[in-house]
């Protein structure tokens, strides 16, 4: 079973910066692993997309954080990190972070990001 341990979310005023991190349970260098992604849900909202890396390491991004949030990974450390930047109150929500392989689909517990105006 995998295990996906975020952090890093908060309190931030618009216009700031917040980083998350996902800790995996299992290896990036694992063949069976297709992407690694950040989703979030706000309240009353389905979970959405907001940024995906592929195995290959291609990146896709929600047009609404186009331009604003970075996902990259460390493959050493087991870990995928959202950066966010210029964040607006829209943006506030519990992020999830998303491993799919071959198998599966796993998700994090969430962390909450909370955006003020």
């Known amino acids: 079973q995998v295990q996906l341990v975020e952090s890093g979310g908060g309190l931030v005023q618009a216009g700031g910066s917040l980083r998350l991190s996902c800790a995996a349970s299992?290896?990036?260098?694992?063949?069976?692993?297709?992407?690694m992604g950040w989703y979030r849900q706000a309240p009353g909202s389905q979970r959405e997309l907001v940024a995906i890396?592929?195995?290959?390491?291609?990146?896709n991004y929600a047009d609404s954080v186009k331009g604003r949030f970075t996902i990259s990974r460390d493959n050493a450390k087991n870990t995928v990190y959202l950066q966010m930047n210029s964040l607006k109150p829209e943006d506030t929500a519990v992020y999830y972070c998303n491993i799919a392989t071959t198998f599966d689909s796993y998700w994090g517990q969430g962390t909450q990001v909370t955006v003020s105006s």
């Open positions: 890396i592929t195995r290959g390491g291609s990146t």
């Open positions: 299992i290896s990036f260098f694992s063949f069976s692993i297709n992407s």
